[in-house]
């Protein structure tokens, strides 16, 4: 005999209970921590170092720096001129080699731009204003360090070819401004090595620097490094056409250039006195730099990707 069929048990409203089968609980085995500004300082320095747009640009930038330098100091040293200060000759390859680290300063964040990389950067690190951070503080000490090595080298180049001539005359009487002699040789003082080395490294960081800033504020390549290029050259060029009757909005632009500041720290400036260092040039850009960073923060934090 068939056992009668079994059914579930009414449900009010006439319908049936059906039961539900168990919801499977996941949770995740991994850590979940804060990302912090060293993790996000660590991600960018694997960044930067990996791609090859690094490792040219800042290639190309040590061989203008001490290649120019030494076709500079070589027909000094033959034709025995006491007129330029011992540590100048770098002054000619930096002039070149600032701009390999502006376009890197740009590519920076505008590779990232480009590729849409920089989704999965702000997906790993919704914090905006510490990737910025990150990638500002990575890139200053990559570019000061390395453009205060190069030039550290054109420096000991420079004085070992140019000190100890002796000067002699006229020469002697009235030197050129900024050359220094010391019991009628020529020689380097302190500040003079300060100023060609860390005070030249501080110059060309701070310009990548902002450049990274205007970077992150246009979001493409050849238009923030092309704006740069108008930063660097346009002001020494304005200066050039302008009359007569502007000499002094002429001499302003001439003295804040980027060549002249460069020129300034090697004691050796286009225009004014001869003792100038180059701090008032390194201050003014510093302060420029923090307004256009100021500036990049807040455009980065308000706007979409």
């Not at 989704?119 to 914090?127: G, H, I, S, V, Y």
Request: with cysteine; proline share 6%.
């Amino acid at each position: 005999m068939t056992a009668p069929a079994q059914f579930p048990a009414s449900a009010p409203h006439g319908g049936y209970q059906q039961q539900q089968p168990p919801q499977p609980q996941f949770a995740s085995q991994s850590p979940v921590a804060q990302t912090t500004l060293g993790q996000a300082v660590r991600s960018e320095w694997t960044k930067i170092r990996t791609v090859r747009s690094t490792v040219w640009t800042l290639g190309v930038m040590l061989v203008l720096v001490i290649g120019i330098n030494l076709l500079v100091v070589v027909p000094i040293d033959h034709s025995n001129d006491t007129s330029v200060p011992v540590l100048a000759p770098g002054l000619f390859g930096l002039i070149l080699g600032q701009l390999a680290i502006i376009t890197l300063g740009v590519l920076v964040i505008t590779s990232e731009y480009g590729t849409g990389m920089i989704r999965t950067t702000l997906t790993a690190c919704p914090q905006r204003s510490r990737v910025l951070t990150a990638k500002a503080i990575v890139f200053f000490l990559l570019s000061f360090v390395t453009t205060t090595v190069a030039c550290t080298m054109t420096a000991l180049i420079s004085w070992s070819v140019m000190s100890g001539k002796r000067v002699s005359g006229y020469d002697l009487e009235d030197p050129h401004p900024g050359v220094v002699i010391k019991d009628g040789v020529t020689a380097a003082s302190g500040t003079e090595w300060l100023g060609a080395t860390v005070g030249v490294g501080l110059y060309v960081a701070l310009l990548g620097l902002l450049a990274l800033a205007v970077g992150t504020l246009l979001r493409h390549s050849a238009g923030a490094i092309t704006t740069m290029l108008g930063v660097v050259l346009l002001p020494l060029l304005i200066a050039i056409f302008l009359p007569s009757s502007l000499d002094e909005a002429r001499n302003k632009l001439v003295r804040f250039s980027a060549p002249n500041s460069l020129a300034s720290l090697y004691h050796f400036p286009m225009i004014g006195e001869g003792d100038q260092n180059g701090l008032p040039q390194l201050i003014t850009l510093a302060c420029v730099t923090a307004v256009l960073l100021g500036a990049a923060y807040a455009t980065l934090n308000s706007r979409d990707v």
